[in-house]
């Protein structure tokens, strides 16, 4: 299966600030995938990151808040816009490829703290 | 829209006994489902994955079994060791590529 490399692990960000968490994998991949899990919760789907277009993003989600880039089909970064404490999470990329692992690897996630 | 939940948010369990976990979901055009495992600080491992043409499937020391009728989707996990202790997710596909993912069951082994 696909390794991916998510960077940075963790950070700890002013309001109103912004971030970019960046998504590499070893392989190229058919598709890329955000997530955010807020804390004890679940996984929510953000957007779809298309290479060479723009991102498809879930109800609830939008550009302005999360822009998402994807040159190439290893590489893929999302921004969390204008935080506010309420983007305090864990963001997750996620990859279908190909291989044993139903498809679907995740990277082992960014903590965002917002303070 | 339409979601995948789990019964039980917590579960307990003594080392060396089995455990199981359940997942209910609402879209009956899924037809793909996978477990995952998450430990603390980490991203979701993937388990097992099952599709709707089968009611079960087994690999090393988990079985999932997936009952369309009532939409049930379990893991079953032999001879629970105290790695294991995670919180356990399903996620289910409707052909669009996009993962939906249940709310999580915190599995506990006691020694």
């Known amino acids: 299966s696909a390794v991916i490399s998510q960077k940075p692990s963790r950070d700890i960000c002013q309001r109103g600030t912004s971030l970019t968490i960046q998504c590499q994998v070893d392989s190229q991949v058919t598709m890329m995938f955000w997530y955010r899990q807020q804390p004890g919760q679940s996984l929510t789907l953000i957007a779809t990151a298309n290479q060479g277009s723009e991102a498809t993003y879930e109800s609830g989600f939008v550009i302005d808040k999360f822009p998402i880039s994807r040159p190439n089909l290893t590489f893929s970064t999302l921004t969390v816009s204008n935080m506010s404490p309420e983007d305090s999470s864990i963001y997750l990329c996620s990859v279908l490829g190909t291989g044993q692992s139903g498809g679907y690897t995740f990277g082992s996630g960014t903590r965002l703290t917002v303070v | 829209g339409e979601s995948v939940g789990l019964h039980l948010p917590t579960l307990s369990v003594q080392e060396g006994d089995n455990s199981i976990i359940n997942c209910a979901y609402s879209n009956s055009a899924s037809d793909y489902f996978i477990w995952y495992k998450q430990e603390s600080g980490k991203g979701p491992q993937f388990i097992i994955d099952?599709?709707?043409?089968?009611d079960k499937r087994q690999g090393q020391r988990v079985t999932v079994l997936l009952n369309k009728t009532v939409k049930h989707l379990s893991l079953q996990i032999a001879a629970t060791q105290p790695g294991d202790s995670a919180v356990y997710f399903c996620a289910e596909n409707t052909n669009d590529y996009k993962l939906s993912f249940g709310a999580g069951t915190t599995v506990t082994v006691r020694a």
């Open positions: 099952i599709r709707s043409n089968m």
